[in-house]
């Protein structure tokens, strides 16, 4: 308020000096205002283009957040359904191996019987000996047929065989010869 009082009397009551004064004080302040206008103009001009960029940072941004939500949620269904997989993979893992114990359960009820009816085929070939004389003879004649060297030979009835003569020896009270 100074200021244009003291302006005001000078245009009133001044002299040539003061009035030329005040041109030149008016002068450099309208040149300083200028100037300041001007900067205040720039730097809303580079406000504006830093409003712009930064709204264009923060499109980018959205879009790559956009992306990546999109990703992760193919990412998750892929991961879901790989899981899902490998649940139906573990569950037919469990079943086959249930499948497999089983037969395994099986297939050894089923060698048991087998073993038990070679038994009794064994047995048989031993059927009607009633001495240790007789033992040996049968014996002799089943290795004879039954020897792996000969073209009805087979391993598997001679170890029979030889179990089967074993225990009758025993039961005879013989001595079996090596």
Known sequence: MKNEERIEEILINGTKDD???????????AVRLENLASSVDSKKEHLENEK???KGEIEKIRAQIAYDKEKLAADNDFFEEKLRILREGYDKLTRDKKQLDEDKAYFARERRYLKEEEME?????FRGVNSPLALKKRYKDLIKIFHPDNLNGDQ???????????????????QMKA
Not at 19 to 29: A, G, H, I, P, T
Not at 121 to 125: M, N, P, Y
Not at 157 to 174: D, F, T
Request: with cysteine; proline share 0%; hydrophobic share 50%.
């Open 19 to 29: 009035l030329s004064e005040l041109r030149v004080w008016l002068f450099k302040e």
């Open 52 to 54: 712009f960029r930064l």
């Open 121 to 125: 085929t064994v047995s048989a070939f």
């Open 156 to 174: 598997e009835v001679i170890q029979m065989i030889n179990k089967e003569y074993s225990l009758l020896c025993a039961s005879y009270g013989l």
